[in-house]
T-cell receptor
Framework: SQQGEEDPQALSIQEGENATMNCSYK?????LQWYRQNSGRGLVHLIL?????REKHSGRLRVTLDTSKKSSSLLITASRAADTASYFC???????????FGTGTRLKVLA | GAGVSQSPSNKVTEKGKDVELRCDPI?????LYWYRQSLGQGLEFLIY????????KSGLPSDRFSAERTGGSVSTLTIQRTQQEDSAVYLC???????????FGDGTRLSIL
């Protein structure tokens, strides 16, 4: 199965609310990245967190990483309609080039 | 160009035909990736290039798939004798190296009739 699996598969919230997405993975990683994909477009890199980091912020984004639980979460605060997209986590392992992408969370922010 | 460019953006072809998909990475990016994304699904890794060499081709679904990269820049993904199950969006990404954020093109939407 996929190395990264996001939860929930779909999420619908009101504008202004916070959105939390989770990613679980199976093997040891070197880093974990989150990407956003708008419909019909390619993926856009949001944030990278390394295995020795626990939390990282970028604007309205907050990412946490718990290597003991092999999980990560992405929090989007004060969501906007423009945040409507699919969000994917991607895990990279040390010494390899291959990134494994999860199945994604489809976020819908209602205005 | 400023970003990763893929062509064509859409391709419709008959089963059994060969197709060639092109990717122009960001200038100076040594790493190049090809992925396949089926409708509503995640990304399936196909192949990775570091410069012109592909250290691992095991992600390619079958021997009908091949890819090359020349001059450390443009890459082409070729699918021979296309089948209906090849229908998907093929995404290309480039990065400055292992572990660096990947920059994606908008993909080629391939439809096999």
């Amino acid at each position: 199965s996929q190395q990264g699996e996001e939860d929930p598969q779909a999420l619908s919230i009101q504008e202004g609310e916070n959105a939390t997405m989770n990613c679980s993975y199976k093997t040891s990683i070197n880093n974990l990245q989150w990407y956003r994909q708008n419909s019909g477009r390619g993926l856009v890199h949001l944030i990278l967190i390394r295995s020795n980091e626990r939390e990282k912020h970028s604007g309205r984004l907050r990412v946490t990483l718990d290597t003991s639980k092999k999980s990560s979460s992405l929090l989007i605060t004060a969501s906007r309609a423009a945040d409507t997209a699919s969000y994917f986590c991607a895990t990279g392992t040390s010494g390899t080039y291959k990134y494994i992408f999860g199945t994604g969370t489809r976020l819908k922010v209602l205005a | 160009g400023a970003g990763v460019s893929q062509s064509p953006s859409n391709k419709v072809t008959e089963k059994g035909k060969d197709v060639e998909l092109r990717c122009d990475p960001i200038s100076g990016h040594t790493a190049l990736y090809w992925y396949r994304q089926s409708l509503g699904q995640g990304l399936e890794f196909l192949i990775y290039f570091q410069g012109n060499s592909a250290p691992d081709k095991s992600g390619l679904p079958s021997d009908r798939f091949s890819a090359e990269r020349t001059g450390g820049s443009v890459s082409t993904l070729t699918i021979q004798r296309t089948q209906q199950e090849d229908s998907a969006v093929y995404l290309c990404a480039s990065s400055q190296g292992q572990g660096a954020p990947q920059h994606f093109g908008d993909g080629t939407r391939l439809s096999i009739l």
